[in-house]
């Protein structure tokens, strides 16, 4: 957990002092690989909190969820029809679900 914390705070202080600035065409893919990436880490919490949780399992989700939002948005690009609205359907109804989920369990040890 320490460890996880400490990653989070040298990610921090990397982009202060090191900001980058991308091409705005990018901000539909770079958000849908945000998306899967939340998805993710909620599910991976999930997983702990049942104490469940396998690593390869995560990063296997993690990587395939993100190659299947660029792919939809990509795809949706090329044929002029917003596919990556099905990314934002199913992985938004995943991270509210992920998170009732965590919820009901933290208040359930209190």
Known sequence: MIIALIGIIIGIIIGYVLPYSYNPYYSLYISMALLAAIDSVFG??????????NNKLFLSGLIGNSIIAALLTWLGDILSIPLYYAAIFVFGGRIFNNFATIRRKILNKM
């Open 44 to 53: 991976g919490i999930n997983a702990h909190m049942d104490n469940n949780f």
